[in-house]
């Protein structure tokens, strides 16, 4: 990975953090997306520890809204010349149904929109042999998207809503690697594992105290579930393989309702009209 560029969002607490920094090890330069300014300069210092040789940068945005998404793509686009990998990692569950500036449901926009238009953004400058790696999760099992109340009005509930937008992550990184075919970029999409993370800790209600009280009695480390995200950023195993869900470094299979190419097209086209972005 040595003088490799990598671009990380949700890359300054938990499996991006270790991902990040394991990364960096290998002699990456690290480029965070971050919201929150104490935490990412905590990453940067980890980072230049562990690479002091690489210029590592921060830019901060709030990924639940579009014109933070597109400011900070844009950001990197004029400051980056050529992109290596896209690390998509920045996720959320909110216990309670909250709505964006943009009247996007705040999961939907958090975990589904902030992949497509970051992605959609920088692949001008991903050039052949680029990797773009989505962290999904097994959490899609059982979701099914509503076409007519993706923006969960009709009802709510924290954990299938989060659900759902993990089955919008496989779905976008299918159609993603359709649309990549041909260009020797690679994109693929991994469930981390159920990890021991700041995760679900602010959501609120019964889900927060639920996984509070798992955590210690299941969870893996980061450091585990940093693995995979590890293995399809820089191993030379999955070099030219596209389109794929992996677990534990390996091939996994999901859910039926992830592998229809018509819904995957679709949230698409919607997506892309949603946010004026992906069009082409």
């Known amino acids: 990975m040595a003088a490799k560029t990598i671009v990380v969002t949700g890359g300054t607490s938990g499996i991006g953090k270790v991902a990040a920094i394991e990364l960096a090890k290998q002699g990456a330069r690290i480029v965070l997306i971050a919201r929150d300014p104490a935490r990412a300069d905590a990453t940067l210092a980890a980072l230049r520890k562990a690479n002091a040789n690489a210029d590592h940068k921060v830019h901060i945005a709030e990924l639940s ?7 900070v793509a844009g950001e990197i686009v004029s400051s980056e010349p050529q992109i290596d990998v896209l690390i998509n990692n920045a996720g959320a569950l909110f216990n309670t149904r909250q709505v964006t500036e943009d009247g996007l449901e705040m999961t939907f926009a958090t975990n589904h929109m ?14 052949s042999g680029a990797r773009i790696v989505s962290t999904a999760s097994d959490a899609h099992k059982g979701a099914r998207l509503d076409f007519d109340d993706l923006q969960s ?4 509930s924290g954990f299938s809503v989060y659900g759902k937008s993990k089955l919008c992550n496989i779905l ?5 690697a359709k ?17 021991a993370t700041r995760f679900g800790d602010n959501s609120g209600g019964l889900f927060q105290t639920v ?7 299941g969870a893996i480390s980061p450091e585990q579930g940093a693995r995979t995200i590890i293995y399809l950023a820089s191993s030379p195993e999955v070099e030219g393989k596209s389109g794929d869900y992996y677990y534990k470094n390996k091939l996994a299979t999901p859910t039926k309702e992830a592998q229809s190419d018509a819904d995957a097209s ?3 086209d919607i997506s892309a009209r949603l946010s004026r972005v992906g069009t082409a």
């Not at 976008?172 to 993603?176: A, D, K, S």
């Open 65 to 71: 809204r579009l014109s933070e998404m597109k400011r």
């Open 114 to 127: 902030a992949y497509f238009v970051v992605t959609n953004l920088l692949l001008p400058h991903l050039k």
């Open 153 to 156: 009005e009709k009802r709510y």
């Open 172 to 176: 976008f990184n299918r159609e993603l």
């Open 179 to 195: 649309r990549l075919d041909g260009t020797g970029i690679t994109a693929n999409c991994l469930h981390p594992g159920f990890v």
């Open 211 to 217: 996984i509070k009280v798992a955590k210690p009695l």
């Open 266 to 268: 679709r949230l698409w």
